[in-house]
């Protein structure tokens, strides 16, 4: 049974780059039809897709957040990776890995989900 | 984006009730439209996928329907483990979006 856990600072910064990487274990991020996704929940609010990437490297990203966000993946160690510049404490947030999901009758969904970890943006 | 509403925002209802959550989409999705459900500190969970389709594991007792732009998670006899948020997400087009939450409360 596939498994993701996030790992990174707990503490950022503001105007520094908040680093994670999620770590995939049960199975290859390599293999199967999968995208590999971000996705954050401020406290106390709702969630926001950061973004995906594919097994080969492709990705897409929240418009909302594309300027200051790369995705990438490490096949070789079954990691992907988040790194988000120029936080301020609007980006204080839960960050969640997730497994993207889809059929072909389309459609996409999250599962599973990381166990998320909590990124503060203070000095 | 496609902007995602539920309705109500919260609810408070008794074991063994049946509870329906509503999701609205600002335009059609077909039947792009998946829930989860998100208990207190922890991470969100998959329950219907594609609109109604149960994902493996969950209780029959949750269960979804709707098309286009209109949908609904019920739940047809609450449980006292359901307390929960519950969201919902589309998938038609990129960027996903979710509503903002439903918060079920256990009376």
């Known amino acids: 049974q596939v498994q993701l856990q996030e790992s990174g600072p707990g503490l950022v910064k503001p105007s520094q780059t908040l680093s994670l990487t999620c770590t995939v274990s049960?199975?290859?991020?390599?293999?199967?039809?999968?995208?590999w996704s971000w996705i954050r929940q401020p406290p106390g609010k709702g969630l926001e897709w950061i973004g995906y990437?594919?097994?080969?490297?492709?990705?897409y990203y929240n418009p909302s957040l594309k300027s200051r966000i790369t995705i990438s993946i490490d096949t070789s160690r079954d990691q992907f990776s988040l790194k988000l510049s120029s936080v301020t404490a609007a980006d204080t947030a839960v960050y969640y890995c997730?497994?993207?999901?889809?059929?072909?009758?389309?459609?996409?969904?999250?599962?599973?989900w990381g166990q998320g970890t909590l990124v503060t943006v203070s000095s | 984006d496609i902007q995602m509403t539920q309705s109500p925002s919260s609810l408070s209802a008794s074991v063994g009730d049946r509870v329906t959550i509503t999701c609205r989409a600002s335009?059609?999705?077909?039947?792009?439209l998946n829930w989860y459900q998100q208990k207190p500190g922890r991470a969100p969970k998959l329950l219907i996928y594609?609109?109604?389709r149960l994902q493996s594991g969950v209780p029959s007792r949750f269960s979804g329907s709707g098309s286009g732009t209109d949908f609904t998670l019920t739940v047809s006899s609450l449980q006292p483990e359901d307390l929960a948020t519950y969201y919902c997400?589309?998938?038609?087009?990129?960027?996903?979006?979710f509503g903002q939450g439903t918060k079920l409360e256990i009376k």
């Open positions: 335009q059609r999705i077909s039947s792009y």
């Open positions: 997400q589309q998938s038609y087009s990129d960027p996903y979006t």
């Open positions: 997730a497994r993207d999901c889809s059929s072909t009758r389309g459609g996409h969904w999250f599962d599973p």
């Open positions: 594609g609109a109604s």
């Open positions: 990437i594919y097994s080969s490297g492709s990705t």
């Open positions: 049960g199975g290859s991020i390599s293999s199967g039809d999968y995208y």
